[in-house]
């Protein structure tokens, strides 16, 4: 309220009286006029109200997510009237609660300032106030191998396929879904896709923009479907599953196939077998060569009459040419008239019948193989020799 000056009528000299309502405060107040018109002191009365200034205390302005709207308190909230500016704009808001639903931006600095107004019109001193938007957490996906078909029981964490802002994850079944769930581990060991959406939430609450889709695929490993021995110089391994071409190794052999492997003559025992496909999902499979009989000849006559059994020969010896075998000859006495290995064996085309360059008598004669890689495994028996 402005000062008071009271005067008297005009051209009555008067003592001028002033009144400051900021220093008399709030209340009633009695002002006494003091007037001397002629010489004559005359003296009046009047009651002046000066009404009490609002006052904000506090403005409660908590921070919230992007997506959720924004409510400030003043307080007191008892006034006629407030005035709500946000970032310097007035909004047309007059109650005590302003709800401020506008886009927020993550990490956005809202600036506040309210004034109150009571039932006389008297305003308070603006009350400024600062919030700031949550930060909304980040979500990615990350970099994936290729996961092929592993043993039973291995297990792939979904949180290892996302990194997330706080590490932290809801995981959805669906892109819509409105109800979290809690995925279990992915088995590794059953062919597959995959399939979840997440959304990162942080240590403040907020969740992020946006639900992110998480696949991830199980390959299939080739498989050894047969294993041909009809042929044993040319054993065949057919191949499938997986996706093709695949590349195989056995034994320092190794190419390129589309599912046939042409293996030629395997010798006798465990052979591996390793298969790599496009995806780099393998087969690895252990090919076990089965024993192979071993025929010697009953008898041989090496007389040079050209009817092809002019040597001591063993049907099938190749097969065991990388499998420490040795073959020795004796007479009926016990004495050791040849001995070889199976390399040197065939390579001589079977025993010529002769010790020492003498060509031997007719007779029968004993033979020993042994197989090493068969813990020495022996095969005893006789032939004839006839001239």
């Excluded at 009046?44 to 009490?52: E, F, G, K, L, S």
């Excluded at 709800?99 to 300032?113: A, C, E, H, L």
């Excluded at 597959?192 to 609450?205: E, H, P, Q």
């Excluded at 002769?354 to 813990?375: A, C, E, H, Q």
Aim: proline share 6%; aromatic share 10%.
């Amino acid at each position: 309220m402005p000062a008071i000056r009271a005067r008297s009528r005009a051209h009555i000299p008067a003592f001028p009286t002033t009144f400051d309502p900021a220093s008399a405060g709030s209340g009633t107040h009695t002002v006494t006029y003091t007037i001397a018109p002629y010489g004559c002191v005359m003296t009046a009365t009047q009651n002046v109200v000066v009404n009490r200034i609002p006052v904000i205390t506090n403005v409660v302005a908590p921070s919230v997510c992007p997506e959720q709207p924004l409510a400030f308190d003043a307080v007191p909230n008892t006034y006629a009237s407030y005035q709500w500016t946000i970032d310097g704009v007035l909004t047309t808001e007059t109650g005590s609660k302003f709800v401020y639903d506008k886009p927020k931006t993550s990490g956005q600095t809202i600036n506040i300032s309210v004034v109150a107004v009571s039932d006389q019109g008297c305003q308070s001193i603006p009350f400024v106030a600062q919030t700031e938007v949550k930060i909304i957490p980040f979500i990615q996906l990350n970099p994936q191998p290729i996961y092929c078909v592993a043993k039973e029981g291995t297990k792939i964490n979904w949180m290892h396929l996302v990194t997330a802002s706080d590490n932290q994850v809801r995981w959805f079944e669906t892109e819509d879904s409105q109800t979290p769930f809690l995925p279990a581990f992915i088995d590794q060991s059953v062919a597959g896709i995959n399939t979840a959406y997440a959304m990162a939430i942080s240590n403040n609450g907020c969740l992020s923009s946006e639900r992110v889709k998480v696949s991830l695929t199980i390959h299939e490993n080739p498989v050894l479907d047969r294993i041909d021995t009809s042929d044993l110089d040319n054993i065949k391994a057919f191949v499938s599953g997986g996706e093709a071409p695949y590349t195989y190794h056995i034994e320092g052999m190794s190419g390129g196939t589309d599912g046939e492997i042409h293996l030629g003559a395997l010798s006798i025992g465990k052979h591996n077998l390793f298969v790599i496909d496009q995806k780099g999902c393998q087969l690895d499979e252990v090919i076990p060569m089965l024993k192979v009989r071993m025929i010697p000849d009953p008898y041989f006559s090496p007389n040079g009459d050209g009817q092809g059994n002019d040597r001591w020969y063993i049907t099938n010896i190749e097969r065991y040419v990388d499998d420490d075998v040795t073959i020795q000859i004796f007479d009926r006495t016990g004495k050791e008239l040849a001995y070889y290995t199976a390399h040197d064996f065939i390579a001589a085309r079977g025993w010529d019948g002769k010790f020492n360059g003498r060509s031997l008598p007719s007779t029968d004669y004993w033979y020993m193989i042994k197989v090493g890689k068969l813990d020495n495994e022996s095969m005893t028996g006789h032939f004839t020799l006839k001239r």
